[in-house]
């Protein structure tokens, strides 16, 4: 309680858009294991019957010997694991995902770090009180193997203390 005798409320959220710095790099914590449920689940989900991502006796056959994570599992987990550091609450709109590329396969077991680097910012020119940042995604496994990156284009809320657009 502060001096006053009330209580203090404080609400986690993401940062705004003057708070970004380009260059600045987060590290995503805790990482996320993959888990078997987790695959064939989003798998099911998202109607991918892939047999690499299911059928383990086909998998074992295949280059890598093993079912491997779908991979828009490991983008989404990747993309979700910035959310409460950055975007939570100060995201208007994701406008975009480029650069996509999975270097290295993630298996069932393997645990996911992301790490985010904002690579570019701008105000935006045609809605006020909102900035454009350029966020590049890296995930990694417990190895440090790159397994995906993915640049993604936000649109951000400015912090409502900024009075005017500079």
């Known amino acids: 309680m502060s001096d006053s005798g009330q209580t203090r409320e404080i609400v986690q959220r993401g940062l705004y858009f003057d708070e970004l710095e380009v260059g600045a790099r987060y ?16 798998s099911s989900l998202t109607m991918n019957s892939q047999a690499l991502h299911l059928d383990a006796a086909y998998s074992e056959s295949q280059p890598f010997g093993q079912r491997l994570m779908n991979s828009m599992w490991t983008l989404s987990t990747m993309v979700g694991a910035s959310v ?12 975009g995902l480029t650069d996509i590329a999975f270097p290295a396969p993630l298996f069932h077991g393997d645990t996911l770090y992301t790490e985010t680097e904002v690579v570019d910012k701008r105000l935006s020119s045609s809605r006020p009180g909102q900035g454009i940042v350029t966020l590049r995604h890296t995930g990694r496994n417990q ?12 649109l951000m809320w400015r912090s409502p203390d900024t009075k005017e657009q500079p």
Not at 27 to 42: I, K, Q, S
Not at 84 to 95: D, F, K, Y
């Open 84 to 95: 409460s550091q950055i975007t939570q609450g100060t995201l208007v709109a994701q406008l």
């Open 143 to 154: 190895r440090g193997e790159v397994v995906a990156t993915a640049t993604r284009v936000a």
């Open 27 to 42: 590290a995503h914590r805790p990482g996320r294991t993959a888990t078997e449920a987790d695959n064939v689940l989003f």
